[in-house]
């Protein structure tokens, strides 16, 4: 499960945002014109040479981006209890599991759009591919996880500039695979049920898993400008 308010392991940030403190550079007194120029002219040369100096994501964008995918992780979590609890049929647990998901792939908190998905290295819906910023941090994880570090403690937020040139947030936070999990992604999958799943995802390559291996990750993108 995604707990909000515990801290993040990883937190980096790529940006061309470096900032640096002017004011406490620039010198004063005799001869100061020059050497301000000359200042100024070198800091332009460095934020120039430096467009991936390291520039903190918002708070605020960490804070939504959790939010949002511990939302997504609660309602699946609370629909496969209700469906254990009332020994639902796998197939309708099926349904209910696409129900959770649709609808949660996009988000207006405050007037911006945040953009929720799930990925994975091996993939039920082509559609939830990782890109290559998602895939780098997804073996990252795995392998963090195969360590047996705690996922609930993994997480990576980067400020990236695009190739288009659009700036955005993106955060990611790997999930373990649970017993629960294994209904659907295990290796003794229901025949009935692998059917269905077959029929609407002829490429799905999410099978396999076992417990607490990871699963793949929540994935936010908040385009910043
Ligand atoms: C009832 C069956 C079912 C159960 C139970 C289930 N999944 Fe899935 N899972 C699916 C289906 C179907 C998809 C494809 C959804 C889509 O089209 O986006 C999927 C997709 C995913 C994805 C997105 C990447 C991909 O493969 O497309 C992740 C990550 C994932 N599941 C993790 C989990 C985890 C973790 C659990 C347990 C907490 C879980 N799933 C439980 C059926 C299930």
Known sequence: MIDETRPAVFVRSIDGEGR???????????????????????????????????????????????????????????????????????????????????????????????????????????????????????????????????PATLEISEVVDEATGQRVFRWIKPVAMEETCLTCHGDSIDPQLLDQIEELYPADEATGYFSLEMGGAYSVRIPLN
């Open 20 to 150: 640096h403190p002017v004011s406490s550079i620039l010198p004063s007194g005799p001869g100061r014109g020059r050497i301000v120029r000359t200042v100024l002219l070198l800091l332009i040369a460095l934020t120039a040479a430096c467009d991936r100096t390291p520039s903190p994501p918002a708070p605020e964008d960490v804070l939504a981006a959790r939010q949002s995918a511990l939302r997504i992780d609660r309602e699946l979590h609370l629909m496969a209890l209700s469906s254990l609890e009332n020994g639902t049929d796998a197939r309708q647990v099926l349904t209910a599991y696409l129900t959770v998901i649709e609808g949660t792939h996009s988000l207006a908190v405050a007037g911006r759009r945040i953009e929720i998905g799930r990925t994975a290295l091996r993939v039920r819906n082509p559609a939830n591919a990782a890109d290559d910023w998602e895939r780098d941090k997804l073996e990252i994880f795995r392998f963090a996880m195969d360590g047996g570090v705690d």
